[in-house]
């Protein structure tokens, strides 16, 4: 039987079990103690969330290759104010330098009672105000939310991922982990 894992990792940690030459950051390693699992996906070292990790191929391949468009979705505090443009934008799909974005799905919220606090706290300018964002992706470019908040004029100044296709985040904090039950590999849609 195929293992996954759900953990919420931390601001400032890398997605991978090795650490990088010079690099004084933690690893999934510091965390997580179980021989043969690996990341499925990856979550930059400044984003914080869920980050699924599976010791299957083929689930793996299900969980983070575009191809499925497993829906992932982020809430994001960005700087400045929200515009319904800036919505729009990013509901029709985004141009970055690697080309146009899938459309997303875009909504502003409050930001979430369940939060916790980020260490280091996010730097407060006291005449930018901040604003959060829920964005549902199918994609998975390299930083990509933070380039599609980017290009509407609203720099990322927090990102946490709460889902990955069915799996949530749910009432981990960061630092901690739990055994799911793994989902059958489903085809590839076209």
Same mark, same amino acid.
């Given at each position: 039987?195929?293992?996954?894992? *759900? ?17 004084? *950051?933690?690893?999934?390693? +510091?965390?997580?103690?179980?021989p043969g699992v690996y990341?499925?996906? &990856? %979550? ?16 793996? *391949?299900?969980?983070?290759?575009? +191809?499925?468009? /497993? ?20 509901? /029709? ?18 930001? =979430? ?9 996010? &730097?407060?300018? /006291? ?13 998975? @470019?390299?930083?990509?939310?933070? @380039?599609?908040?980017? *290009?509407?004029?609203?720099?990322? %100044?927090? %990102? ?15 630092? /901690?982990?739990?055994?799911?039950? =793994? ?8």
């Amino acid at each position: 039987m195929s293992q996954l894992i *759900a953990f919420n990792k931390p601001f400032d940690v890398l997605s991978q079990f090795t650490p990088e030459p010079g690099c004084s *950051a933690a690893t999934l390693a +510091d965390f997580i103690d179980l021989p043969g699992v690996y990341a499925a996906g &990856r %979550l930059d070292r400044d984003s914080e969330g869920l980050l699924l990790l599976t010791d299957d191929g083929r689930l793996q *391949a299900q969980l983070s290759h575009p +191809d499925y468009k /497993q829906p992932k979705t982020y809430l994001a505090q960005v700087e400045g104010e929200i515009s319904e443009s800036a919505l729009t934008a990013l509901r /029709q799909g985004v141009t970055l330098k690697d080309g146009i974005t899938r459309p997303a799905q875009a909504r502003q919220i409050e930001e =979430p009672e369940w939060l916790w606090p980020r260490q280091p706290p996010v &730097r407060f300018r /006291q005449h930018i105000p901040t604003s959060w964002l829920e964005l549902i992706i199918t994609e998975g @470019r390299n930083r990509q939310v933070r @380039r599609m908040t980017a *290009a509407v004029g609203l720099p990322t %100044l927090r %990102l946490i991922r709460t889902t990955i296709g069915p799996h949530t985040l749910s009432t981990l904090q960061p630092g /901690q982990w739990i055994t799911l039950t =793994p989902s059958p590999p489903k085809s590839i849609t076209p």
